[in-house]
């Protein structure tokens, strides 16, 4: 089954403790990114991949790290986590160079709360 | 600054009436209009999309009608059912669709 997983599902964790969450998709696709969603805010974009080795800052990237080392993998590094990172996470990917090369394909998210 | 304003917030509609949800935005760059469908404890999911090259793009029940000159975009649910009960977010990209710049949302409500 096509999809996008990120582990873990739900984390609770104290400040300045750091902490990884995975992502991952089986579908070959290039671009990968994250995304925060706050009540009230909708999603806001932290960082993107075009493609492996390849990172840019999207509207939020303060306080977060990404690598992107294999083409599936796009781990989210919180180095010092605070509480205003408290929040549900969504990565997602899609294709590139298709007919639909804009139809982002969203994880089941992971809520993180930081205490 | 939001570059993409969404509203309402909420919006409550009997079933078989006509959901409409209205976004506007400010960066002429903009170049792909996508409205995404959000159900509880789930990740978005692509409802429909426009490019500004088109006024309006019609699959099933779901209309997007779009204002250039305005630069207003709006998503119409029509016989609007209690399955359509979601979060509903519209959003925009540049060409190239490297970023994605989403509304903050509209909690839409279909009451039987």
């Known amino acids: 089954e096509a999809q996008v997983t990120q582990n873990p599902r739900y984390l609770i964790t104290v400040t300045g403790k750091k902490l990884t969450v995975t992502c991952s998709q089986n579908m070959n696709h290039e671009y990968m990114s994250w995304y925060r969603q706050d009540p009230g805010l909708g999603l806001r974009q932290i960082y993107y991949s075009m493609n492996v080795e390849v990172t840019d800052k999207g509207d939020v990237p303060e306080g977060y790290k990404v690598s992107r080392k294999e083409k599936r993998n796009f781990p989210l590094i919180l180095e010092s986590p605070s509480p205003n990172q408290t929040s549900l996470y969504f990565c997602?990917?899609?294709?590139?160079?298709?007919?639909?090369?804009?139809?982002?394909?969203f994880g089941p998210g992971t809520r993180l709360t930081v205490t | 600054q939001q570059q993409v304003k969404q509203s309402p917030q909420s919006l409550i509609v009997q079933k078989g009436g006509i959901s409409i949800i209205n976004c506007a935005y400010e960066n002429t760059a903009f170049d792909y209009f996508p409205w995404y469908q959000q159900f509880p404890g789930k990740g978005p999911a692509l409802l429909i999309a426009?490019?500004?090259?088109?006024s309006e793009k019609k699959e099933g029940r779901f209309t997007i009608s779009f204002n250039k000159s305005a630069k207003q975009f709006s998503l119409h649910i029509m016989d609007s059912q209690p399955g359509d009960s979601a979060t509903y977010f519209c959003a925009a990209s540049p060409s190239g669709y490297s970023t994605l710049t989403f509304g903050k949302g509209t909690m839409l409500l279909v009451s039987p």
């Open positions: 997602a990917s899609r294709e590139t160079g298709t007919k639909k090369p804009y139809e982002q394909y």
């Open positions: 426009i490019r500004p090259d088109v």
